[in-house]
């Protein structure tokens, strides 16, 4: 993956990430087939990592041994030692393995006191169907063609209808706390940058559970100023997200130019100086 250290940033403060991938700390993605986990959703809560939401058809649904809120104090591979983690990122990694293992959790149920603290064990299963892999799309790659619903009138459009604008697309989710505060900043950009109401458009996509679920939210937080859309698993798995938010830049031409960035309107700004210096001739 091409990294760009002016463009591109490591979230360091996501506080809900789905643990549907295979993957341990330093290894590189793993096959499609090999794809594993428990089907958790997890959260910060104060200085705890806390169940969010039990994905359906996983194998932390089947076993009904997992509820929401419950804490997450320890993790321990199959017959290892358990091993405290307190840092959403590390608790991630270590649940995230090779289908057919085992990984025991020490959890705290929701409302009780540490002196109730349990061990469950869970088998990692295949979640193909869930999320993407995490290796986001690399500078310079051509954005994949996605089909998106449209929220104010819900009709049908693709990715390509913009290409002749700047392309900023955000994908974001109600129940995500990180991404309120994001989809409010996106929101103030055209009346702070007024030509980008004309040559930048704001996607902010919604990963949400269904479009109805997004459109009331929005309605609600009174978030009109974006280019509201909601978009399914193929949409997921074509930017390869596995944590939002996630924000791509998608210049003129079609192609990524920036991933999380650290300063959203700076590249965006930067973009479209370049578009009007090669206009210019």
């Keep these: 993956m091409i990294i760009v250290r002016r463009y591109h940033h490591t979230m360091k403060m996501l506080k809900y990430l789905p643990l549907v991938l295979c993957m341990t700390a330093g290894a590189t993605a793993p096959?499609?087939?090999?794809?594993?986990?428990?089907?958790?959703?997890?959260?910060?809560?104060?200085?705890?990592?806390?169940?969010?939401?039990?994905?359906?058809?996983?194998?932390?649904?089947?076993?009904?041994?997992?509820?929401?809120?419950?804490?997450?104090?320890?993790?321990?591979?199959?017959?290892?030692?358990?091993?405290?983690?307190?840092?959403l990122m590390e608790m991630v990694r270590s649940i995230r393995g090779p289908k057919g293992t085992t990984v025991r959790l020490t959890i705290i149920p929701s409302g009780e006191d540490d002196s109730h603290a349990r061990v469950v064990s869970f088998v990692r299963g295949e979640l193909k169907s869930l999320w993407g892999d995490g290796v986001l799309l690399a500078i310079g790659t051509k954005a994949p063609d996605i089909e998106m619903l449209e929220l104010a009138n819900k009709t049908s459009e693709r990715l390509p209808?913009?290409?002749?604008?700047?392309?900023?697309?955000?994908?974001?989710?109600?129940?995500?706390?990180?991404?309120?505060?994001?989809?409010?900043?996106?929101?103030?950009?055209?009346?702070?940058?007024?030509?980008?109401?004309?040559?930048?458009?704001?996607?902010?996509?919604?990963?949400?559970?269904?479009?109805?679920?997004?459109?009331?939210?929005?309605?609600?937080?009174?978030?009109?100023?974006?280019?509201?859309?909601?978009?399914?698993?193929?949409?997921?798995?074509?930017?390869?997200?596995?944590?939002?938010?996630?924000?791509?830049?998608?210049?003129?031409?079609?192609?990524?130019?920036?991933?999380?960035?650290?300063?959203?309107?700076?590249v965006v700004n930067h973009e479209l100086e370049e578009e009007r210096a090669a206009a210019a001739g």
């Design 31 to 87: 096959a499609e087939d090999e794809v594993a986990g428990i089907g958790v959703e997890l959260r910060v809560a104060g200085q705890s990592v806390v169940v969010n939401r039990i994905v359906p058809d996983t194998p932390a649904a089947a076993q009904k041994d997992l509820h929401v809120g419950d804490r997450i104090i320890a993790v321990t591979q199959d017959r290892g030692p358990a091993v405290q983690v307190q840092n």
């Design 161 to 266: 209808e913009y290409i002749d604008k700047t392309v900023v697309l955000e994908f974001w989710a109600s129940w995500c706390g990180p991404c309120q505060s994001r989809m409010a900043e996106l929101q103030g950009y055209p009346g702070k940058y007024p030509d980008w109401k004309t040559n930048v458009v704001l996607i902010a996509a919604s990963i949400d559970e269904s479009a109805d679920i997004a459109s009331k939210h929005l309605k609600a937080k009174g978030w009109n100023e974006t280019h509201n859309v909601w978009v399914d698993i193929h949409a997921i798995r074509a930017y390869h997200i596995d944590a939002i938010p996630t924000v791509y830049v998608i210049g003129r031409q079609g192609r990524i130019v920036a991933v999380n960035p650290r300063d959203l309107s700076q």
